[in-house]
């Protein structure tokens, strides 16, 4: 009895920490494997599409002679790409409707705001004798 329960301990701890066996070092740090290597990629690559995205949008920003953008044009460019990859990220996680509605709804609720108020401005600009035509 007591020589299987030596045996069985041992067994044990070679298993918890063979470095190979990556179920096993999962199940001894508490993780569990969620997503699959094709939703690790694909996530990755939108990943990295943002980053590539957000660095010619600063380069086009920074470049650009002739026309100047107000910090809240900048702010709402950047804005909706971060809000429309994450999205995307989340839907290639693997993340189910469920889990990913209520961050949807909140991208939605900043994005409208953002642009909801630059058509306030737009709108209040022309009334008080902007640079643009009113319509009578």
């Given at each position: 009895?007591?020589?299987?329960?030596?045996?069985?301990?041992?067994?044990?701890?070679?298993?918890?920490?063979?470095?190979?066996?990556?179920?096993?070092?999962?199940?001894?740090?508490?993780?569990?494997?969620v997503?699959?290597?094709?939703?690790f990629l694909?996530?990755?690559?939108?990943?990295?599409?943002?980053?590539?995205?957000?660095?010619?949008?600063?380069?086009?920003?920074?470049?650009?002679?002739?026309?100047?953008?107000?910090?809240?044009?900048?702010?709402?460019?950047?804005?909706?790409?971060?809000?429309?990859?994450?999205?995307?990220?989340?839907?290639?996680?693997?993340?189910?409707?469920?889990?990913?509605?209520?961050?949807?709804g909140?991208?939605?609720?900043?994005?409208?705001?953002?642009?909801?108020?630059?058509?306030?401005?737009?709108?209040?600009?022309?009334?008080?004798?902007?640079?643009?035509?009113?319509?009578?």
């Amino acid at each position: 009895m007591t020589l299987s329960f030596a045996q069985n301990a041992n067994q044990t701890e070679n298993k918890e920490f063979d470095r190979n066996d990556t179920t096993g070092m999962a199940n001894i740090l508490g993780f569990e494997r969620v997503t699959s290597s094709y939703e690790f990629l694909l996530s990755i690559s939108i990943v990295l599409l943002t980053i590539f995205i957000l660095i010619f949008e600063f380069f086009v920003i920074f470049k650009a002679k002739h026309i100047t953008f107000k910090p809240e044009d900048v702010l709402r460019l950047i804005v909706t790409t971060l809000v429309v990859c994450g999205t995307l990220f989340f839907l290639a996680a693997g993340f189910s409707s469920e889990q990913i509605a209520p961050a949807v709804g909140l991208f939605g609720t900043v994005v409208g705001y953002l642009l909801g108020s630059a058509e306030k401005n737009r709108s209040s600009s022309t009334e008080d004798g902007g640079d643009e035509p009113k319509n009578s």
